[in-house]
């Protein structure tokens, strides 16, 4: 079955304090690997796109890689407006999959 | 330029109703996909439509429809309401569609949808 799978649910960090966010997945025929970032009450913002494993993208404090069986979003250096919920999703053929997101909190 | 705009923001219905959903997509974007997002869970996928046709269908009743027109807009439609179709529904837009496209979705900020 396919599935997407992201950890941790919830992340609480203080300012400036570095981590990573996971992003496993079991697909057939994976056609890329997307991160979104979403604000209460607001549809998903596009982050990144990853299509084949090795892949790093890179956008001010947040870097994406993929391997064959997962992704991660490292936070280097957080700040206070990166608190938000951040999805993977993952297409495979023609049908796309969101994980549940991690809520990200950034403590000033 | 415009994003993903939809309409209505903000809906309430009663079960056994009708609900009509409308998104326009970004210009220049020929495909349309919509999310079903359930509070404090991922979206769901619904739907992909790329130049008018159907070439994604998630895991939905047939309760659920949808269409694309010849200018790009979109329409999802849902029948015969229950409590649980309560949600934010998203729509999205890309530059293309289809099996063999891997091209990143632009979303909308929804239509919360309230089912009584």
């Known amino acids: 079955e396919d599935q997407v799978t992201q950890s941790p649910e919830a992340l609480r960090l203080q300012e400036g304090e570095s981590s990573s966010l996971n992003c496993s997945y079991t697909?057939?025929?994976?056609?890329?690997l997307f991160w979104y970032r979403q604000d209460p009450g607001k549809g998903p913002e596009f982050l990144f796109t990853?299509?084949?494993a090795g892949e790093e993208k890179e956008k001010e404090r947040l870097k994406a890689t993929l391997t064959k069986k997962e992704s991660f979003l490292h936070i280097t250096a957080p700040k206070p407006e990166d608190s938000a919920t951040y999805l993977c999703?993952?297409?495979?053929?023609?049908?796309?999959?969101f994980g549940t997101g991690t809520s990200l909190t950034v403590i000033p | 330029d415009a994003g993903v705009t939809q309409s209505p923001t903000h809906l309430i219905k009663t079960r056994g109703q009708h609900v009509t959903l409308r998104c326009s997509p970004i210009s220049g974007h020929k495909s349309v996909s919509w999310y079903q997002q359930v509070l404090g869970q991922g979206p769901q996928f619904i739907f992909q439509?790329?130049?008018?046709?159907?070439?994604g269908r998630g895991n939905f009743p047939d309760r659920f429809s949808a269409r694309q027109f010849p200018n790009y807009s979109s329409e999802l439609n849902v029948n015969a309401l229950l409590l649980g179709d309560s949600a934010l529904y998203l729509c999205?837009?890309?530059?293309?569609?289809?099996?063999?496209?891997?091209?990143?979705?632009?979303f909308g900020d929804g239509t919360r949808l309230s089912i009584l």
């Open positions: 999205a837009s890309s530059l293309r569609g289809g099996t063999g496209v891997n091209q990143p979705q632009h």
């Open positions: 990853l299509y084949s």
């Open positions: 999703a993952v297409q495979a053929g023609n049908q796309f999959y």
């Open positions: 697909v057939s025929g994976l056609r890329g």
């Open positions: 439509y790329y130049e008018k046709e159907e070439r």
